[in-house]
């Protein structure tokens, strides 16, 4: 097995793993955060796979932006209960301590593993195209030119979202 390979297993276990945690959590709170954790493993995963725009993409968009989004809403949502909590005593500081632990051997094993030769870009069409215009402009133009409607559409989904949750926030003071 290559390291690359080895790499690959690892970041798939980690993303499986954190997707079951994240379902199986009674706090919401918690659950997201296994989400994020389970984004960070498909974006190492992207960039194994030399997506590393996607992979970008996906700590920004989805790790990021959505997630806050999310626990914006799960808070207010929740605004003056006290809810379960899944992290107690020293069993929530070891299982934050063995997430934090996780964490710095992922990015051991995305410096130390995997050679620089293997990280080379793949020829091609799209990596020329990309390389004569950029990985942003070859991603941005169809996104904004030939499916700004739904991209737009989305936009105001997650607008009404906000505030739909701040209507329900407000009925509960």
Known sequence: ???????????AAVAIISAFLCITRRSPVASALW??????ALAAIFVLLDAHFIAAIQVLVYAGAIMVLFLFVIMLLNLGRAGPTDMLGWAGRLVMFAVGALLVVEL??????????ELQLPTG???QLTEQEG?????SEP????????FEITSILLLAA???AVVLAKRKL
Do not use: D
């Open 143 to 150: 996104l904004f030119r030939g499916f700004l409607v739904p």
């Open 1 to 11: 097995m290559s390291g690359t390979e080895a790499v690959f297993w690892f970041f």
């Open 135 to 139: 990985a942003v402009r070859v991603i």
């Open 125 to 127: 069409a799209m990596v």
């Open 35 to 40: 989400l994020v954790s389970t984004l960070f």
């Open 108 to 117: 051991w094993v995305l410096v130390r593993i995997v050679p620089a030769e």
């Open 162 to 164: 906000i505030v739909g």
